[in-house]
């Protein structure tokens, strides 16, 4: 018994000697997360550019972005002070011709949009776009619509109609 109580003991000393001669190693890396708010954009006022009723043969009509009241407002709203990309893209109801607005039967007017940026939403005004803007200090920014088309004698009569999408990101 004795020499079972030796090798035991023996075999305990020999795991308690190994434990000791280990060697571990740690470190750390930090863990980190930016949460900014994401882009909305609405219109809180007039959703349509309306060119109103005309005969065939009106010419040039134009609805300026910059003064007309009847620009569309496209507000948006975000990450205070973050630099944004402003695009647009105008389809015709047909779904198929770009720039322009037809009628159900397939006839197309050309448009051309006239959109300026303005920090200052709900006022009226600004510049051009020119491809990066910046939102406000508080996160806000709007974009103003308008634009010009010209209807020519012998045009198709009917309502036209077309989409403009406009996409905002950071």
Avoid: C, H
Wanted: proline share 2%; no cysteine.
């Amino acid at each position: 018994m004795t020499k079972r109580i030796s090798m035991a003991m023996a075999l305990v000393l020999a795991a308690a000697s190994s434990v000791g001669a280990q060697s571990i190693a740690s470190s750390q890396a930090d863990v980190l997360l930016t949460v900014q708010r994401g882009l909305s954009i609405t219109t809180p006022g007039n959703t349509q550019l309306d060119f109103g009723t005309v005969v065939a043969g009106a010419g040039a009509l134009s609805i300026a972005a910059a003064t007309d009241a009847a620009a569309v407002e496209f507000e948006i709203a975000g990450e205070p002070s973050k630099p944004i990309t402003i695009t647009s893209a105008m389809w015709a109801a047909d779904g198929t011709t770009a720039n322009a607005i037809s009628e159900v039967g397939g006839a197309t007017i050309a448009f051309t949009s006239d959109l300026i940026y303005t920090v200052d939403t709900a006022t009226q005004g600004g510049a051009a776009i020119a491809g990066t803007e910046a939102l406000s200090a508080t996160g806000g920014g709007s974009v103003w619509m308008g634009g010009s088309l010209s209807v020519p004698n012998g045009q198709t009569g009917g309502l036209y109609s077309g989409t403009l999408t406009l996409t905002v990101n950071y």
